[in-house]
Nanobody
Framework: QGQLVESGGGLVQPGGSLRLSCATS????????MAWHRQVPGKQRELVAR???????NYADSVKGRFTISRDIHAKILYLQMDNLQPGDTAVYYC?????????????WGQGTQVTVSS
């Protein structure tokens, strides 16, 4: 229950696109808020986008209008569509499952996938 496995990272030129996937085990979406975070060496991990158990989305200001978070409930996959990528988006991207308030269950993190934006 709760394993997260990211994929889809890679090297892309500025202005390009990537789609990250996070395969989940178990029925996480019902009682977890799912999110993508990113981290650059030497800096704190930052929230990129979140989708609540009820389906509400929110984004960091730096990615609004360029990134889209979504989920396939039946396939149990979380996505992050990233368009118009810029060098400042270079980071390791992590999938995260945070339990909805009131549920005494663990928080989960994936192993991370590297995204590099460079010409």
């Amino acid at each position: 229950q709760g394993q997260l496995v990211e994929s889809g990272g890679g090297l892309v030129q500025p202005g390009g696109s990537l789609r990250l996937s996070c395969a989940t085990s178990g029925s996480l979406f019902a009682i977890y808020n799912m999110a993508w975070h990113r981290q650059v060496p030497g800096k704190q991990r930052e929230l990129v986008a979140r989708i609540s158990a009820g389906g509400t989305t929110n984004y960091a200001d730096s990615v609004k209008g360029r990134f889209t978070i979504s989920r396939d409930i039946h396939a149990k996959i979380l996505y992050l569509q990233m368009d118009n990528l810029q060098p400042g988006d270079t980071a390791v991207y992590y999938c995260n499952a945070e339990p909805v308030v009131g549920y005494d269950v663990p928080t989960y993190w994936g192993q991370g996938t590297q995204v590099t934006v460079s010409s």
